[in-house]
């Protein structure tokens, strides 16, 4: 569904790349974490997938099409057949739970109709039934994040790109969130999440990826957080035999989804 | 449902910009109503030329029934007087000055008076016999008007030798000033207009990213995203043009055709219909300078 071919992503000639040659296949149905410390890449990642930048080198491929390849007035495609959850949730304050989540379909020409029997189901699946009428600033942080999650999944995306989607929430409340995340998973969208929740990660036991200044140091299904192999220093050997290990401070990437 | 979802976009972007939209209305509005004042000038003065004004220089008019000059005392202009005055005109003595010449009959008179005062009141008053018959001359040098005014002047049958040019000219050029300040005023006022509809634009973007980072998100078209923004800036332009519109109409209306024809009855002014064509071009200016400025702010301003 996802695959990145000998990507890599320089934001700033100086600097160290965001993403150094990633080699990754995310397949239909997966559900993959995405880890590492801040400035490892994973934001670069989402980005690249969904064509906010280009990749300096190197293809990616959503849905078997090379994103580089697509024309700027079918991004819009692109990104239909993506959903995608963010830290802050994202909510229009002005407007309620219903018309948070009916927005996304409006704005792609659904019919009244199909936004009045579409959004109670999603709002249903996200356990938000009942409260269509609140406003965002009436709600808990972890509705707020269901709502985002409504949002995201209305259209019925083939991929949810989920970046820190618990960042804000207590440990309680975000495994609910991950329970929703699943359950859409099970329903057979692709499952992209950037986090640095360990408990989460270690809970799920789904496949892991963990990036470290741009580059893939591990990659292992049914994994936890940290590795118990220890094949980090290899790689790391590696990349201080050609130099271009730069100190991690003032990279760009991290927080570029913020926008 | 996505028109009806632009619309929408559309009236809550126009309420929430209230004040910006209201000074881009009174800013299109003001230089849009210079921009057709200068047209209003210049369809003055074609009104003003009539039907000779640009063909010929000097006009000698022949004794009617009513004319009192000193010429004029054995009557109307006969036949052997026309006659001997057309060969006059003919001889190579005032043949040089002359390229050429036409005679303008009474009837011919009272037609082109007819299409040149047909606003006024006047028209209703005046019959064929009123109006003197003319040998209109198309000078080679009008500077030479003297040498006719000279020659003709005395000779039985003519009224009186005016140089038509000499006596509209001032007038036309005080009125062709007018009209330049007015493009220059309307000039400088466009660019406040184009600079203030782009800053609206902005802040109107700007007031709504959140909306447009989720339209963006979720797949929205460039279109739905940007006509919202493009469709504000052009209907408060718009808005302001109508006003344009009305204004130049209600001085054509109320102060040419109500005021000023009264005051001087013997002088063609444009009407208030004229002034009808002139607001389509106002609508498309007003509605051309929004969306342009419009659609190159949201390309630095809208990511899309």
Redesign the interface.
Known sequence: MIRFENVTKVYDQKARPALDAVNLEIDRGEFAFLVGASGSGKSTFLRLVLKEDRATSGAVYVAGQNVAKISSWRVPRLRRGIGVVFQDFRLLPQKNVFANVAFAMQVIGKSRSVIRDTVPEVLKTVGLEGKEHRMPHELSGGEQQRVAIARAVVNRPGILLADEPTGNLDPTTSMGIMGILDKINQNGTTVVMATHDDDIVNEMRKRVVELKNGVVIRDEARALYTSMIPVVGQSRRLKDASGRDAPEAGVPGEGEGQR | ??LA?ILGEIGSGLRRNLSMVVSVILVTFVSLTFVGAAGMLQMQINQMKGYWYDKVQVAIFLCSEGSTAAGCASGPVTAEQQASLNTLLESPAVAQYVNDFQFESKEEAYNHFKDQFSNSPIVDSVTPDQLPASFRINMKDPEKYQIISETFSSQPGVETVIDQRQLLERLFSVMNGASLVAVSIAGVMIVCAILLIATTIRLSAFSRR??T??????????T??QLPFILEGVIAAVIGAALASATLWAVAHFFLGEFMSQQYPDTAFISSGQTLILIPALLILGASLAGISSLLTLRRYLRV
């Open positions: 449902m996505r979802f959140r909306e980072g989720i339209m963006r998100l979720v797949g929205a078209s460039k739905v995203i």
